[in-house]
């Protein structure tokens, strides 16, 4: 399994909240590895970041960990500087940070004006700012891919306004990066999961809404048309390996629902 032989990839977002179950984050990270990439993972948690290079390394693979909050752009820039100075190229960005509940996100008549900036800081900012610098690494190299984790959020009735709101803007900025860096060999694709059984997904809920991790998995299982089950980390994680790979050397601008149908049923 070397579909991405050698390739270095960062991937932002590579630690988790506490939880049961497995990140998408970091589960892109192990598979990508587990692909042949050189895994770069970037966190604001380091020690989770090393978590998983660990893990990565645990499995033969090659990993490195570098701490970076999304929000300050001394502090992006410096991780992919680092990145650079390692490898000497960046060949793939994985974009997989993410908040709403945890953030203070809330109904539009309720959400505070921090709440809302932190999210858009977050959620929007963040990629922004990694792609940013990200770029004219890939430019150079005449080559790249760009995969940005967004939600079926953007595209369904969900109640909280900055997180449909920043992720529906994460599509938009991953059509502008794959229309504007085409010319560059740089391919850049959007993932909008669903339902998921993740920590922040799952947990966070469990935490914020005072219910039992039973209870709120089983509200979300009966919501998803395949199966009747969440989606995992593993099910984004393998669509991002896709997305990056050279079997999607034709696919750039895309919006891909990873969601047991469940965008098949908006509006049903």
């Given at each position: 399994?070397?579909?991405?032989?050698?390739?270095?990839?960062?991937?932002?977002?590579?630690?988790?909240?506490?939880?049961?179950?497995?990140?998408?984050?970091?589960?892109?990270?192990?598979?990508?590895?587990?692909?042949?990439?050189?895994?770069?993972?970037?966190?604001?948690?380091?020690?989770?970041?090393?978590?998983?290079?660990?893990?990565?390394?645990?499995?033969?693979?090659?990993?490195?960990?570098?701490?970076?909050?999304?929000?300050?752009?001394?502090?992006?820039?410096?991780?992919?500087?680092?990145?650079?100075?390692?490898?000497?190229?960046?060949?793939?960005?994985?974009?997989?940070?993410?908040?709403?509940?945890?953030?203070?996100?809330?109904?539009?008549?309720?959400?505070?004006?921090?709440?809302?900036?932190?999210?858009?800081?977050?959620?929007?900012?963040?990629?922004?700012?990694?792609?940013?610098?990200?770029?004219?690494?890939?430019?150079?190299?005449?080559?790249?891919?760009?995969?940005?984790?967004?939600?079926?959020?953007?595209?369904?009735?969900?109640?909280?306004?900055?997180?449909?709101?920043?992720?529906s803007a994460v599509i938009a900025l991953t059509e502008q990066l794959a229309?504007?860096?085409?010319?560059?060999?740089?391919?850049?694709?959007?993932?909008?999961?669903?339902?998921?059984?993740?920590?922040?997904?799952?947990?966070?809920?469990?935490?914020?809404?005072?219910?039992?991790?039973?209870?709120?998995?089983?509200?979300?299982?009966?919501?998803?048309?395949?199966?009747?089950?969440?989606?995992?980390?593993?099910?984004?994680?393998?669509?991002?390996?896709?997305?990056?790979?050279?079997?999607?050397?034709?696919?750039?601008?895309?919006?891909?629902?990873?969601?047991?149908?469940?965008?098949?049923?908006?509006?049903?």
């Amino acid at each position: 399994m070397t579909r991405l032989e050698n390739r270095i990839a960062m991937v932002v977002g590579a630690g988790q909240s506490p939880g049961e179950t497995m990140g998408n984050g970091r589960a892109t990270a192990l598979v990508f590895a587990r692909e042949g990439a050189k895994v770069v993972a970037v966190d604001r948690d380091l020690a989770s970041a090393e978590d998983t290079a660990a893990m990565i390394r645990d499995e033969g693979g090659e990993a490195m960990a570098l701490a970076a909050d999304v929000k300050d752009e001394r502090e992006v820039a410096a991780a992919i500087a680092e990145c650079r100075g390692q490898h000497g190229r960046l060949d793939i960005l994985h974009n997989n940070v993410g908040v709403s509940l945890a953030g203070g996100d809330a109904e539009i008549t309720e959400i505070t004006v921090e709440a809302f900036d932190h999210c858009v800081a977050v959620n929007l900012r963040g990629m922004v700012l990694t792609c940013k610098h990200t770029l004219p690494i890939m430019r150079e190299q005449g080559s790249g891919a760009i995969v940005n984790i967004s939600s079926l959020a953007a595209w369904s009735a969900y109640p909280l306004v900055a997180y449909k709101t920043t992720k529906s803007a994460v599509i938009a900025l991953t059509e502008q990066l794959a229309i504007q860096n085409a010319k560059y060999g740089i391919r850049a694709n959007v993932i909008l999961p669903g339902l998921m059984d993740t920590p922040m997904a799952v947990d966070t809920r469990v935490k914020v809404l005072g219910k039992s991790r039973e209870e709120i998995v089983a509200g979300r299982n009966a919501k998803v048309p395949l199966g009747g089950k969440m989606g995992t980390g593993w099910d984004v994680a393998n669509a991002a390996l896709f997305l990056c790979s050279d079997e999607a050397s034709f696919i750039t601008g895309v919006a891909l629902p990873v969601d047991g149908g469940s965008s098949v049923a908006l509006g049903g």
